[in-house]
Structures are given as structure tokens and as C-alpha cells.
């Protein structure tokens, strides 16, 4: 799978209705924390080989999606498994640390 870009429009089919669990990462493109993010994740959804989907939310052009995940902080991570958040976290982690947290959580 390659690391989908999602918003309003996608938001329900693409995560809450995903038959594998989605981690959803909430980034601005001015965000430095969320640009050293971006290559782990998509490096994270080369290795998972299929049993995670990775959807990246830009909060600058989803306000809505950002404000009902109520994030504060970017890059904010959610990982939903059968359509509910089961985990979420903040920051920018190098892939090792993420793919453990991943792993645990599913």
C-alpha cells in the first residue's frame, strides 16, 4: 500500500471503514517535526506490508477533521482499529519506536 492523503471526503471510507487498522497522522506542511515524520511513515507502510494503512490529514485544508480529533498538537498520531481509535500519540518518532508502538496496539 502507499501512504493515502485523506480528508473529509475520504475520511470514512479510507479509515473508519477500512477493513485493516489505519494510522492517521495529523501534519502541516510547515511543520518540521511532521516533514522528518513523513519518510518513517512511509517507510512504516512499506514494512507492514499491508496489515496497517497509513493516511496522512494536511490540518491546514481538514480543520474540521483536525478540530473533531481534537488535535492541539502536530504531527498528532491515531491509530484506528475496527473504525474506533484504540491509540494516539504526538510527536515525531524515528521508525523503530513507531513500529513498536504500532506492533503493541494491534
Not at 487498522?21 to 495529523?26: A, N, R, T, W
Request: aromatic share 6%.
Amino acid at each position: 500500500m502507499a501512504v493515502i492523503h485523506g480528508d473529509s471526503g475520504n475520511f470514512d471510507k479510507e479509515v473508519k471503514k477500512s477493513k485493516v487498522p489505519v494510522l492517521v497522522d495529523f501534519y502541516a506542511d510547515w511543520c518540521g517535526p511532521c516533514r522528518k515524520l513523513g519518510p518513517v511513515l512511509e517507510q512504516l507502510d512499506k514494512e507492514m506490508g499491508g496489515k496497517l494503512k497509513v493516511v496522512k490529514i494536511n490540518v491546514d485544508e481538514a480543520r474540521e477533521l483536525a478540530a473533531a480529533h481534537e488535535v492541539m498538537h502536530i504531527p498528532a498520531l491515531f491509530i484506528y482499529k475496527g473504525g474506533k481509535i484504540v491509540s494516539s500519540d504526538t510527536g515525531s518518532h524515528p521508525l523503530p519506536l513507531l513500529k513498536a508502538w504500532v506492533e503493541q496496539v494491534l
